[in-house]
């Protein structure tokens, strides 16, 4: 039987999604909650691979198990065996050739800023802070030429390898509430590190240190020097995948 499961988890203590040798990851604290509850070695694969410090509210995953239990109660079950930084939200019978990596249609990524003159603790673990004036309506217009078919090599850390650059973001949006701004980028999937880089573009846009013809010009020509710097990891977090 294959389960379908839907899972969130606070990024910041694990070395990503993936097993490493390195350090503790989610799929190897999820693999090891299934031997837990049923015996069973099983290999759980995700959507996609959140990297080292990378949060999730509605990462999807999925594995097989001979284990009897109802398949829309197994995410109570596991959670008897999941620490506190990692739940199950929900559990469903999938049919036997659903993939959760290469089914996925569409990801929704949120990235968190606050703006303060100091780091705020109960910020600092789930969001960047900015400092000095920034231009919301700026960064929405960057946004703007961002959207669409591109080829995204700028927006692309070294140490991935993928057969194209080449994705379509389908939307982002910038809000700001108080001193919290939430940019959310949803796209058909994306490349290493390129929320975060395109968090960070929007970011010196905002505040006037790169231009709007700097971000065509590095989409033109995929030059990642013209865009701003990486955004930390820890603002990052999957909100949904959509199938």
């Given at each position: ?82 620490p506190n930084g990692v739940k199950a939200l ?40 900015v400092y000095g004036n920034i231009d919301i ?87 990642r020097e013209l865009l701003g710097e990486t ?13």
């Amino acid at each position: 039987m294959r389960i379908k499961l839907c899972l969130s988890y606070d990024g910041t203590d694990f070395c990503g999604w993936q097993r490493q040798r390195n350090g503790v990851s989610v799929q190897q604290t999820v693999e090891d909650a299934v031997y837990s509850l049923t015996g069973e070695k099983v290999t759980v694969t995700a959507s996609g691979r959140t990297d080292a410090g990378v949060h999730a509210k509605g990462q999807v995953a999925h594995f097989d198990t001979n284990a009897n239990i109802p398949p829309e109660k197994f995410y109570k079950a596991l959670n008897t065996f999941l620490p506190n930084g990692v739940k199950a939200l929900s559990s469903e019978k999938a049919s036997d050739n659903f993939n959760a990596r290469k089914n996925a249609k569409r990801k929704t990524y949120e990235y968190s800023l606050y703006l303060s003159d100091t780091e705020l603790p109960l910020k600092e673990r789930y969001g960047t802070r900015v400092y000095g004036n920034i231009d919301i309506e700026k960064m929405r217009s960057a946004a703007r030429l961002i959207e669409g078919e591109h080829d995204f090599k700028a927006f692309s850390a070294t140490g991935g390898s993928v057969k194209t650059t080449v994705r379509t973001v389908y939307g982002i949006t910038v809000e700001k509430s108080g001193e919290d701004i939430k940019i959310t980028v949803c796209g058909s999937g994306f490349l290493y590190n390129m929320v975060r880089i395109i968090a960070g573009a929007l970011v010196k846009a905002g505040k006037g240190e790169i231009s709007e013809s700097d971000i065509l010009k590095a989409l033109e020509t995929g030059n990642r020097e013209l865009l701003g710097e990486t955004l930390p990891a820890k603002g990052l977090c999957l909100l949904k995948v959509e199938y």
